[in-house]
């Protein structure tokens, strides 16, 4: 079993910055690829950005390439979310999750993902 805990929303005007993070807690921290998804209201959740094991590789949504990093420590327990240049279109609830996967595996789409956190809300004024 795994617990993560996610932190960093808040509201930011566009154009702004945020850092969000995710602590996990339980089974070793390293047996897992960590992503991010988002819902914004009446929407599907969304694939945002993944990163393996590792952490040598990652992947990110077109949507925000260029404007969002994924990373992790995994001596810290904790995936993190860089979020720059924000648009109110990344206006959302954003999800942290963990997969027990391969190595060098970067799972993007939700049903591959088997912890969840409860999620932080992210909200860019215009």
């Known amino acids: 079993q795994v617990q993560l805990v996610e932190s960093g929303g808040g509201l930011v005007q566009a154009g702004g910055s945020l850092r969000l993070s995710c602590a996990a807690s339980g089974r070793t921290f390293g047996s897992f690829a960590m992503g991010w998804f988002r819902q914004a209201p009446g929407k599907e959740r969304e694939f945002v950005a993944a990163?393996?094991?590792?952490?040598?590789?990652?992947s990110y949504a077109d949507s925000v390439k260029g404007r969002f990093t994924i990373s992790r420590d995994n001596a810290k327990n904790t995936v993190y979310l860089q979020m720059n240049s924000l648009k109110p279109e990344d206006t959302a609830v954003y999800y942290c999750?963990?997969?027990?996967?391969?190595?060098?595996?970067?799972?993007?789409?939700?049903?591959?993902?088997?912890?969840w956190g409860q999620g932080t809300q992210v909200t860019v004024s215009s």
């Open positions: 990163i393996s094991r590792s952490g040598g590789s990652t």
């Open positions: 999750a963990a997969d027990y996967t391969g190595w060098n595996t970067i799972p993007t789409m939700p049903r591959e993902y088997d912890y």
